[in-house]
């Protein structure tokens, strides 16, 4: 009996220790960051910066992922996810914001193109 008992108090404490490296471990993860950058650098390629709106949201996707990154280092790797995602999804935002400008300019210059080629065949 006692020998059982022995027993489950060092599987006890096995599965304690197991569970402590296994959380040590998870933690040490590294912040994965390369949709994010790689989003922001694609919004700015497309003229995000000079766009307005898509300006606004491409400085707050690059302030959210310094703040991902300052979280990470901290230790507080769950915060640090999801500002990450909000960045990544700015980013997105501010892309999409560039590239619909970017079709508007188009429409509107092949509306104007219209416009003349109407007025010379009058």
Do not use: W, Y
């Not at 703040?67 to 909000?86: I, Q, Y």
């Not at 997105?92 to 970017?102: R, V």
């Amino acid at each position: 009996m006692r020998q059982a008992l022995k027993i489950g108090k060092l599987m006890v404490a096995v599965t304690f220790v197991a569970a402590a490296l296994v959380s040590g471990c998870a933690k040490n993860v590294p912040l994965r960051t390369e949709a994010t950058t790689s989003g922001i650098r694609a919004a700015e390629e497309a003229g995000a910066a000079n766009v307005p709106q898509a300006a606004f949201h491409l400085q707050l996707a690059k302030e959210e992922l310094e703040l991902a990154r300052d979280l990470a280092t901290n230790g507080k790797k769950e915060d640090a996810a999801s500002m990450l995602l909000r960045a990544e999804a700015d980013g997105e935002l501010a892309l999409a914001l560039s590239h619909e400008d970017a079709q508007r300019v188009e429409a509107r210059a092949a509306l104007e193109r219209v416009r003349q080629l109407q007025q010379d065949n009058q």
